[in-house]
């Protein structure tokens, strides 16, 4: 059954259920001790020998009575008062007319007036209205008037057989009752209809809205858009539907983008590892054969050999580093410290190191700041963007910038990290912080590293609430923001 249906037959059966159920306990009432009500309301309303209905009969016929030809005596030949006579004679009643006291028109026997008179006596001449009833006897008296004249009508029951007229209540109350009941009915009906059709119209159009929308998205189709305009419980349920579209299309693109990385970070892992083994196979096949045959030669190998395994070992650890970040079980040991501080001693601790690879450091305070830091992550992000910096040079020194400050909020501190370095291209500078990528596409130049390094940086970073960007500026330049307040979710 479809929805429009159930509506209506829902709305229809909401009144006939109760009308039915009012009926029956009505019929039910009826049948016991409780319809003497009914026989009483009945009896109070009852006709008796039809008197009110010849009353009612002759009140209707006025008109009639006055437009008579009564001069010309052709009673039997007027349909209409024929009509009376007849009906009146139906229910046991027969009447004398008189206009301006004379007799016109007679269908009363002697027997019949004497009955009459017996129980109205001499008002049945001298009053001009009257209504009486004595035991199987009743008479009924209307005089009309028009300017000078009137015209006075006796109608008398003597007892004679007749049908039994319906009683007050039956012939007008209950009628009434029933007509009234039925234009209840039909128009509740078409109330019902025309609702029903408004309400199902104002939900089917949404639903197949959202039917079409669905269809879409089964097809493939997620830039599908719901139009809605109306401010309803269905518009919120076509704007949730239209941000589900929004966010299974950045899922499915979240997806393809994750497909992309783990590709490429199986490829640069394939190529990184396949790199250095094939130069340590190679070293020891000279060996084996005998190629590296003096002292030198054997040593220079082994030092190569050396080399490739400790690019090996670098790779395996930065893959560790990255996906212990990563883990949702790692868990930063957060301190709050002066960061100025902690670079200075940074500074001082690598001062032997940073000289011996010809590094020059040029630390600039503008505003001393406390930050919540992991010291032994924050030092590896140091470590890496050093590391970063020596390896992609092309002088045989390199100049480094560091200044800290806070941001004109006083929310977050900011930390400029500069080199003198080649810098690298514009469209690659978005992805420099991706596992594996490195500028050279050809990955030809294993010494440069597995590309891992600045992506361990922006692990750390963001498990310090900050942010990391690098643009263009003479060299290279990494611009550091971490904020001074905060929940610490891993502390």
Not at 259 to 273: A, N, Q, T, V
Not at 370 to 391: A, G, H, S
């Amino acid at each position: 059954m479809t929805l429009r249906k159930k509506i209506i037959l829902s709305n229809i059966l909401m009144v006939l259920i109760p009308t039915v159920i009012t009926v029956s306990v009505i019929v039910f009432c009826m049948q016991t001790s409780m319809g003497s009500y009914w026989h009483t309301l009945e009896t109070m309303y009852k006709d008796e020998n039809n008197l009110q209905s010849a009353q009612s009969l002759i009140y209707t016929y006025k008109k009639e009575l006055w437009d008579t030809d009564w001069e010309s005596a052709v009673f039997d030949h007027n349909e209409t008062m024929n009509l009376l006579e007849r009906k009146l004679a139906e229910q046991g009643y027969y009447i004398q007319i008189k206009m301006n006291g004379k007799e016109v028109y007679s269908n009363i026997s002697e027997a019949d007036m004497e009955a009459a008179f017996s129980v109205a006596g001499s008002a049945l001449s001298t009053a001009k209205m009257l209504t009486a009833s004595k035991g199987s006897v009743s008479v009924i008296k209307y005089t009309f008037y028009r300017d000078a004249d009137a015209c006075s009508i006796i109608a008398v029951n003597n007892a004679h057989a007749a049908c039994q007229a319906k009683s007050y209540f039956q012939a007008y109350i209950l009628k009434y009752v029933i007509i009234f009941s039925l234009l209840f009915f039909g128009m509740v009906l078409l109330v019902n209809v025309v609702l029903s059709y408004w309400i199902s119209s104002s939900v089917l159009e949404p639903l197949k809205k959202l039917s079409a929308g669905a269809r879409e998205i089964r097809d493939g189709n997620l830039d599908a858009v719901i139009t809605y305009k109306k401010n309803d419980e269905f518009g919120q349920v076509c704007h949730d539907f239209n941000e589900m579209c929004q966010y299974l299309k950045q899922s499915v693109e979240q997806r393809l983008e994750y497909e992309k990385r783990r590709k490429e970070l199986i490829s640069g892992i394939s190529h990184d590892l396949r790199t250095p083994l094939t130069s340590i196979s190679g070293y020891l096949d000279g060996l084996i054969e005998g190629i590296a045959s003096t002292p030198e030669m054997q040593k220079r190998y082994l030092n190569a050999m050396k080399i490739r395994t400790m690019d090996l070992k670098r790779l395996v650890g930065n893959l560790s580093e990255y996906n212990r970040l990563e883990s949702e079980n790692f868990h930063y040991n957060f301190v709050k410290e002066s960061l100025k501080n902690f670079i200075e001693q940074y500074l001082e601790a690598e001062r032997g190191e940073l000289g011996k690879r010809n590094v020059k450091i040029q630390f600039t305070c503008e505003q001393d700041c406390q930050i919540w830091m992991d010291e032994i992550e924050l030092k590896r992000v140091f470590d890496n963007l050093m590391t970063n910096t020596i390896r992609y040079r092309e002088k045989d020194s390199s100049l480094v910038e560091i200044k800290i400050g806070q941001t004109e909020d006083k929310k977050q501190a900011w930390l400029e990290f500069s080199d003198d370095g080649p810098g690298v291209p514009e469209d690659s500078l978005e992805r420099i912080f991706e596992s594996f990528y490195r500028v050279d596409a050809s990955r030809t130049r294993s010494d440069e590293g597995s590309g891992m390094g600045l992506a361990v940086v922006m692990e750390i970073i963001k498990g310090h609430g900050g942010s990391i960007r690098a643009v263009n500026r003479n060299g290279l330049t990494f611009w550091i923001t971490i904020p001074l307040e905060k929940e610490m979710q891993n502390g």
